[in-house]
């Protein structure tokens, strides 16, 4: 079983590189931003990691995933090139999405990446099919769709929960509680604040989770997805976290105050995680610094190969609008 | 050797189709709302729970948005769904899905997902259902790119369009109008399969044009035949594909008999007769004759009452009407 998961210092460490990766490179789009190399809505994971990074874990090559606007965590996390989502951000041809989608719609055939939805709850429907259609064509894959805690107050969350359970789909909903709607705190917008007591009511199997713990993320994910490959129907985890950054790069923050912030800043996942490695001897200053540095080099060759992208001629512009055929 | 035609009702030529694809395909599946053990709404898939099964023909529960979108990631994933939505009243609580996600996704990733989807519905007025059960939306899914829109008004699209359309690599809405469920035709064993792509004329004639689509098509062949006796040889072009329009066949019929009456069970306010009038305006200007004529719907919410409900669609007398004050203005 894999209730206890065993924290050695290699799974430990690649936790760890796999959030700061996120990190840095969050940090690296937001400089982008006010250099205006990108441009657009542009909505930042820090503070997140711990919820992207935990579920991948649990993931197989042939899962899919449905994810948000808010979603390069999960595009890293989930494996796609580092450079090709950066060029999607600058618009370029070479962009995991062409340069049609930008930072709020990546898309990636290859992982079964199902974007980057922009319009809130408007994934858990698109979830509800690929489990369907996998359930016939790809037995034991699972769907694992990510949606913030604004989504439970759209229909298409309680139509999806519900239809997922009737039909015992192998969906994984995973709601990243973070508190705000994009300004709007949980309790003003909710009646039962408890998002996972919401599926609880459809019959699905639901736990609240730290989602400031990659490690909690991670167990919870592999019961879970255990679960759900057996043949047990959708799963639902609440991951309670918290977004450090605005809500976009357009946000005064007036719904939350600093100090609230500063106390969710202490059970910051990276540094918790990185001082309990250390202080484990399962990670060493120079691997850390290696870890540091390679980071930095791969966003820092994202960059250069964001830079190096083409822009998509204008004459193709109407191309794919409708499709001539369905890539196999 | 000629086989007889075989004579069926609309309702009977939408379900064969359905029995066909689910036949042929076993990616092939269809949902909807009573679409299993009540047979459908409208009766097109009655019988089919009993012979497909529950997989196959999935009953529902009432939830619009989830029907739909479950029916965009299936397709994403390798499914070919067919949805049923009631009526595309009811199709108004799935628009997010229809057109953020169906319409949007292909272009939206660089085309590296299609969207082979059927969506079903049923469309228009005349059977006293009032407002929340009789209107006529196609037009407005036509206004968007990435859809293509198919309104069969005979007894063969009803029976060979829904092959062509989930051989489609896009999505499909296909309107099917509530009064023609119960009409019959003929369908000619040596057909097969149509076409999704192009209009027809279903009737020809030199003096005028008659665009139209849907139950307006048999209101249009009977303005045609009053028109005939008073010597006005109308011609009646079956729009069928109401996205992406026939440009070809609608300009080519438009530019023989230089006047052109549009009916369109819609309003007219920003309708798809708008459309084509806007096109012949800014394309055929100069190969008419007379000022382009449309009969829609009037501008009122679909009323129950019988006389009301025939005084707010397009009838045979408004069309005849129309024709007449262009093929022999005073």
Redesign the interface.
């Known amino acids: 079983m894999t209730d206890k998961l065993h924290l050695d210092r290699a799974h430990g460490q690649h936790l760890l590189r796999e959030m700061l990766r996120i990190r840095r490179f969050e940090a690296k789009c937001a400089e982008l931003y006010q250099a205006q190399k990108i441009r657009g809505f542009l909505h930042l994971y820090d503070g997140q990691e711990a919820v992207a990074v935990g579920v991948m874990q649990a993931l197989n090559k042939d899962d899919?995933v449905?994810s948000t606007y808010r979603e390069h965590g999960h595009a890293l996390a989930r494996g796609i090139g580092i450079g090709p989502i950066m060029a999607e951000m600058f618009g370029k041809v070479e962009?995991?999405?062409?340069?049609?989608?930008g930072s709020m719609?990546l898309?990636?055939?290859e992982s079964r990446f199902?974007?980057?939805?922009a319009?809130v709850g408007?994934g858990?429907?698109?979830?509800?099919?690929?489990?369907?259609?996998?359930r016939?064509?790809?037995p034991g894959a699972v769907?694992a769709c990510f949606f913030g805690e604004g989504a439970a107050g759209e229909?298409?969350f309680h139509?999806?929960l519900?239809?997922a359970a009737?039909w015992k789909l192998p969906v994984l909903f995973v709601c990243e509680n973070n508190l705000y709607a994009m300004g709007v705190p949980l309790a003003l917008a909710e009646a039962q604040t408890d998002v996972f007591r919401k599926a609880a009511g459809y019959g699905i199997e639901a736990e609240q989770v730290d989602g400031m713990n990659p490690v909690a993320v991670e167990v919870a994910a592999r019961r879970a997805v255990d679960a759900i490959r057996a043949g047990e129907g959708p799963r639902f985890l609440e991951c309670r976290t918290y977004r450090f950054r605005a809500h976009s790069m357009f946000d005064a923050q007036q719904y939350r105050t600093k100090e609230e912030i500063e106390v969710w800043k202490a059970r910051d996942p990276i540094p918790r995680l990185r001082e309990w490695l250390t202080q484990g001897h399962l990670m060493s200053d120079a691997e850390l610094a290696a870890i540091e540095s390679e980071i930095a080099a791969e966003i820092e060759a994202a960059v250069t190969f964001a830079e190096a992208g083409t822009l998509e001629p204008v004459a193709d512009l109407e191309?794919?609008?409708?499709?001539?055929?369905?890539?196999q | 050797m000629n086989e007889p035609p075989i004579r069926m009702t609309y309702r009977e030529a939408c379900r064969q189709a359905i029995r066909d694809a689910l036949r042929r395909d076993p990616r092939c599946f269809i949902m909807g709302e009573d679409v299993g053990l009540y047979g459908g709404c409208y009766a097109v898939t009655k019988g089919l729970l009993e012979e497909f099964g529950a997989d196959r023909v999935r009953d529902t529960p009432l939830a619009e948005s989830v029907i739909a979108g479950a029916g965009v990631g299936a397709a994403m994933a390798g499914l070919r769904p067919i949805v049923e939505l009631m009526t595309c009243n009811f199709s108004l609580l799935a628009l997010d899905q229809i057109m953020n996600s169906a319409a949007t996704i292909p272009h939206m990733s660089g085309g590296q997902f299609a969207v082979p989807l059927v969506i079903r519905m049923a469309t228009g007025g005349g059977r006293q259902l009032a407002a929340q059960h009789s209107h006529s939306l196609e037009g407005w899914y036509a206004h968007i790119p990435g859809l293509k829109v198919l309104a069969p008004s005979t007894v063969e699209d009803a029976r060979f369009m829904l092959a062509s359309a989930l051989d489609d690599p896009n999505p499909v809405l296909i309107f099917e109008h509530i009064v023609l469920y119960n009409a019959e035709g003929d369908l000619d064993p040596a057909v097969t399969a149509v076409d999704i792509h192009s209009a027809k004329v279903r009737r020809t004639g030199r003096d005028v044009t008659i665009l139209t689509y849907g139950n307006s098509l048999p209101k249009a062949l009977a303005a045609a035949g009053e028109l005939a006796d008073d010597g006005i040889e109308a011609e009646v072009v079956d729009l069928r594909v109401l996205r992406p329009l026939d440009k070809e066949t609608i300009f080519a019929s438009v530019a023989r008999t230089r006047r052109c009456v549009i009916v369109d069970e819609g309003w007219k306010s920003g309708s798809l007769s708008a459309e084509i009038a806007a096109r012949l305006a800014e394309d055929l200007f100069f190969e008419l004759d007379a000022p382009i004529r449309r009969v829609c719907s009037r501008e009122v919410p679909v009323p129950y009452a019988a006389h009301l409900e025939e005084a707010a669609l397009p009838q045979i007398a408004d069309i005849v009407a129309a024709a007449r004050g262009l093929a022999k203005p005073q």
């Open positions: 899919a449905v962009g995991c999405s062409r340069g049609r989608g719609h898309f990636d055939r199902l974007g980057g939805n319009i408007g858990l429907p698109l979830a509800v099919g690929t489990a369907l259609a996998d016939q064509l790809r769907t229909g298409e139509e999806s519900n239809l009737l191309r794919f609008a409708t499709m001539d055929a369905v890539p």
